[in-house]
C-alpha cells in the first residue's frame, strides 16, 4: 500500500464525509477501502486539543476497540490512513430528535466503560501546562479561558457581530464563580466529540467511534456533559445514558458528580453560542437563499437563548431571527 500515492490521490478528490478540522475521503486500495484523513489548514481551532490524533490512536490499540485502527500518519503532509469501516452512521439510522438503536446505547455505555478505564500510562503525556490530576477547577479554567479567547481573537467584523447580539465581553464570569466549587475527581481519558455522525454501525454490529482530535485528559463528568449537548437525545434517551455512564463510571470518578453535570451542560450551551455566533453568521452571510437564512438564523436564537441565563451580558441578548439576520447584515461582509 503506497500511502503518499493514496494521499496524493484523496488531495484532488472531493469528498461529502468532510468535517470541521479534517477532509476524510475514502480510497480504495488491493486489500480493500481506507480512508484518507487530511488536516485542514483553513479551519479556525474552537476546540481545546490535548494530543495529536495519530499519537493518541496509536497508544489507544489494544485499550478501546471501538476505536478506528491507524495503518499510517505522516506529518509532511500532514495526513493520516484509518480502517474504513463498511456501515451507516448514527444520524443516518436515527436523526437528531429520534430515539437511538438500543445497539447503540449499549455501545456508548461500554465505550464510556472503556475509556474510563484506560490508564495514564498508556497515553501519550499531556502539555506541560495541562492542570495536574484531580484538578477539576483547573480544568473548568481551560474550557472557559478557551471560550474568551475565541470571543476575543475575531477580527472587527466579528466583535461588532457579538456586540450586536449582546454577547458579554466576558461570556464566562458566572460560570467561573461556579468552576471553583467542582469536586474533586481523578482524570480519565475523555473523547470529548461524541455525537452522531462520528458514530458508525458498521455491518458487523460493532459500533466504532470516530474523530479523536479532541480527545482530551481531564474530568470525565465533561465527557457525558459533552456527549448529551451534542446528541440531541429524547428524554428517555437522555436519562438511559447518564444511568450508563454512571454503571460504567469507577467510584472515584462519580463523587459530585450531578452537581457538576449541571455546570458542564452550561458551559456547553455558552460556548456552543460563542463559538456559533461566529460559524452560523459566516453562514447566514455567505447564502443568497432567503428561506435558509432564516433557518440558520432561527438555528442561532435558540443557542442565544440557552446560553443567556449562563452569562451576565451589558446589553440585552438577541434572540429574535430577523434581528440576528439583519446584525449579520450590517457586521459581516457577504462571502
Known amino acids: 500500500m503506497d500511502f503518499l500515492e493514496l494521499y496524493e490521490h484523496a488531495a484532488t478528490q472531493r469528498s461529502d464525509l468532510a468535517g470541521f478540522y479534517n477532509r476524510n475521503v475514502r480510497a480504495q486500495t488491493e486489500e480493500g477501502p481506507v480512508l484518507v484523513r487530511i488536516r485542514s489548514s483553513s479551519s479556525e481551532s474552537m476546540d481545546l486539543a490535548c494530543w495529536p490524533e495519530a499519537e493518541l490512536l496509536a497508544a489507544l490499540d489494544g485499550h478501546v476497540p471501538a476505536a478506528p485502527r491507524l495503518l499510517h500518519a505522516a506529518r509532511n503532509p500532514d495526513f493520516q490512513i484509518h480502517e474504513y469501516v463498511l456501515g451507516r452512521r448514527v ?114 454490529g460493532r459500533v466504532v467511534f470516530l474523530d479523536w482530535e479532541l480527545a482530551l485528559w481531564g474530568d470525565p463528568v465533561y465527557d457525558l456533559a459533552d456527549h448529551l449537548h451534542k446528541m440531541s437525545c429524547t428524554p428517555a434517551d437522555r436519562q438511559t445514558l447518564t444511568e450508563a455512564w454512571e454503571r460504567s463510571a469507577p467510584e472515584e470518578c462519580r463523587d459530585g458528580w450531578r452537581a457538576d453535570l449541571d455546570f458542564y451542560r452550561d458551559y456547553e450551551a455558552m460556548k456552543s453560542a460563542v463559538v456559533d455566533t461566529v460559524r452560523w453568521g459566516r453562514r447566514i452571510a455567505g447564502t443568497g437563499d432567503a428561506d435558509e437564512r432564516r433557518r440558520l438564523s432561527l438555528e442561532l436564537a435558540g443557542k442565544l437563548a440557552a446560553a443567556r441565563p449562563h452569562w451576565k451580558a451589558d446589553a440585552p441578548t438577541v434572540t429574535e431571527p430577523g434581528a440576528i439576520e439583519a446584525a449579520v447584515g450590517r457586521c459581516l461582509p457577504r462571502t
Open 91 to 204: 444520524d443516518e439510522l436515527a436523526p437528531d430528535g429520534e430515539p437511538l438503536p438500543d445497539a447503540v446505547l449499549k455501545a456508548v455505555e461500554g465505550f464510556f466503560g472503556n475509556l474510563l478505564r484506560v490508564p495514564s500510562t498508556a497515553l501519550p503525556p499531556t502539555p506541560a501546562d495541562w492542570p495536574p490530576d484531580a484538578d477539576t477547577p483547573g480544568f473548568a479554567g481551560l474550557l472557559l479561558d478557551l471560550v474568551r479567547h475565541i470571543r476575543h481573537r475575531g477580527d472587527s467584523a466579528v466583535r461588532s457581530l457579538y456586540e450586536a447580539l449582546g454577547v458579554p465581553d466576558d461570556p464566562c464570569c458566572v460560570l467561573a464563580a461556579r468552576a471553583h466549587r467542582l469536586s474533586r475527581r481523578p482524570f480519565r481519558l475523555l473523547h470529548a466529540d461524541i455525537h452522531r455522525k462520528n458514530m458508525i454501525m458498521a455491518e458487523s
